[in-house]
């Protein structure tokens, strides 16, 4: 039987273009590790990396891509549009794309659902919202500087907003989300799915220091394969249909996060992941002047 490629799958979007199974996340990667971290990700066999604006960190991404020397129509580049840029979409991209000395985007995403007042991070705009924003996003499609559109943190309610505005002409067709076996959102990945959105999940490890990690169902099926808790999840999410982006500067880390070929989880073991009893969310939504999480999710 031939050997399980889990790094090698890709995920068919609505519009017809294949997201890799696994990326290299980037979210709170120090600006002095982060291209180092990229190139050796590249080097190891990655081939998408995911960035934002609002990370602070897309040069340096660049440089890592660059230094790489793999070529660029090899690559899956996520980035997404920060919340106070939301009525400046056209900008947004464009300095995106200067800070990653790049022509064009896979995947740009509308990082938030808060059109947040550039001038007060605590206010929104009174006269703007996501509807708006993904109006102008809709424009960057054809442009050559973007392949595809979507979304992040949206739930079922702002889905549901979003999709039944006459102004949303192009669906998007990704919803990036936190998703861990403590946040599995069985509904919205149900709703996404429905709906043609596939889902790219963030937070895929619980983050730095998760309480995960002591969890005794994970630790027990990760030493029964022989395998880290953390490959654990990732193959976790894989083999349920979304795309997963553990965050690491680490090398070895990011070599042992990329090395989950050649098995599988049982349905059993994803169903007991499915149901672990404790519930957290690594990003909440309290330091947004607006609510995004409904608990619609669950």
Not at 16 to 28: E, F, M, N, V
Request: hydrophobic fraction near 35%; charged fraction near 25%.
């Amino acid at each position: 039987m031939a050997e399980i490629k889990n790094t090698s799958k890709t995920f068919t979007l609505a519009s017809g273009d294949k997201i890799p199974a696994i990326g290299l996340g980037t979210w709170q990667s120090p600006k002095n590790e982060t291209a180092k971290a990229v190139k050796h990700a590249i080097s190891v066999g990655y081939r998408y990396i995911d960035t934002a604006f609002a990370y602070g960190n897309e040069s340096e991404v660049g440089e890592g891509v660059k230094a790489s020397g793999v070529p660029r129509e090899q690559l899956w580049i996520t980035t997404k549009l920060d919340n106070p840029w939301h009525k400046r979409v056209a900008e947004g991209i464009d300095a995106s794309l200067k800070n990653l000395g790049m022509e064009y985007v896979d995947l740009y995403l509308m990082h938030w659902p808060s059109s947040t007042r550039p001038d007060d991070l605590k206010k929104h705009y009174d006269d703007w919202n996501f509807i708006d924003t993904w109006r102008e996003m809709q424009k960057l499609v054809g442009t050559g500087k973007v392949r595809n559109i979507g979304v992040s943190n949206f739930g079922i309610i702002n889905l549901e907003k979003l999709l039944n505005d006459p102004s949303c002409k192009i669906k998007p067709v990704v919803n990036q989300i936190e998703l861990h076996p403590n946040n599995p959102s069985p509904k919205l990945v149900a709703y996404c799915k429905e709906k043609d959105i596939h889902c790219t999940g963030y937070s895929c490890l619980g983050s730095t220091n998760s309480p995960l990690y002591k969890d005794p169902t994970l630790k027990s099926i990760a030493e029964a394969k022989g395998k880290t808790a953390q490959q654990v999840m990732l193959l976790w999410g894989i083999q349920q249909g979304w795309d997963v982006i553990p965050k690491s500067v680490t090398p070895a880390r990011i070599e042992s996060n990329f090395d989950i070929n050649g098995w599988e989880l049982t349905e059993d073991e994803i169903t007991k992941l499915n149901n672990l009893k404790d519930r957290f969310k690594v990003c909440g939504d309290s330091w947004l002047p607006v609510k995004v999480f409904f608990g619609d999710d669950e």
